[in-house]
């Protein structure tokens, strides 16, 4: 208190309100900090494993688009002309999982925690923990088990180690391209491990501000 008897504000205080102020929206109340913000390490990993399926998207958008990548032989990858079925089929599944990369950044940006205004019905409230956990967590343990199964298979006869797959150059530019994806289902389990014990911390320190006295 002043000698005025208004009350101060301090650093702490405000924090405090800060935590525990929800304010009213058309779809409900739902606190503005839902969580602590994510350490540095963090983000980067997350921007990582958004970015592990461009180079192989990149490769499969060339191969759509009729630029040579090594097979030969009766290979569809061989004899895909632009425009096709195939061709386009190809582009949509690096499109497909490009988006999933970048589904990566929720777990650290506030549209992870909270949905956006836009969406009709639930936007502006709090995204439930599991609802993004739960997904991300099979995901990861998914991708994981695909990649180790690449990486002991990529030579393998019917696959690399097929007469019509590439070789030289473009066995290597292939495989580099495909290398990243190797990295992406452990990296979204680190993310998504940290994305939850923040959550989780995020809502015990709520509860012991909202049972503080005074």
């Given at each position: 208190m002043t000698a005025h008897g208004t009350a101060t504000v301090t650093p702490v205080t405000r924090a405090r309100a800060t935590a525990t102020t929800v304010p009213e929206t058309t779809g409900g109340t739902v606190p503005t900090g839902t969580s602590l913000p994510p350490p540095r390490w963090a983000i980067r990993l997350a921007h990582l494993a958004a970015l592990t399926p461009l180079p192989s998207s990149l490769w499969r958008i060339a191969a759509a688009l009729g630029i040579p990548v090594g097979f030969t032989g009766?290979?569809?990858?061989?004899?895909?002309?632009f425009g096709s079925w195939f061709s386009l089929y190809m582009i949509a599944l690096s499109l497909f999982a490009d988006g999933l990369g970048l589904l990566a950044l929720g777990l650290v940006r506030h549209w992870g925690e909270v949905f956006p205004r836009w969406i009709?019905?639930?936007?502006?409230?709090?995204?439930?923990?599991?609802?993004?956990?739960v997904p991300a967590g099979l995901g990861a343990i998914v991708l994981t088990a695909v990649g180790v199964m690449g990486v002991f298979g990529w030579n393998a006869p019917g696959n690399m180690g097929h007469p019509d797959a590439p070789d030289g150059i473009a066995y290597w530019?292939?495989?580099i391209c495909y290398l990243p994806l190797v990295a992406w289902g452990p990296l979204l389990a680190a993310v998504t491990g940290h994305y939850w014990l923040r959550r989780?911390?995020?809502?015990?320190?709520?509860?012991?501000?909202l049972h503080r006295p005074g």
């Open positions: 009766d290979n569809a990858l061989a004899t895909v002309t009709p019905l639930i936007g502006g409230r709090r995204v439930p923990t599991a609802v993004a956990v530019a292939m495989t989780h911390r995020g809502r015990r320190s709520r509860s012991r501000n």
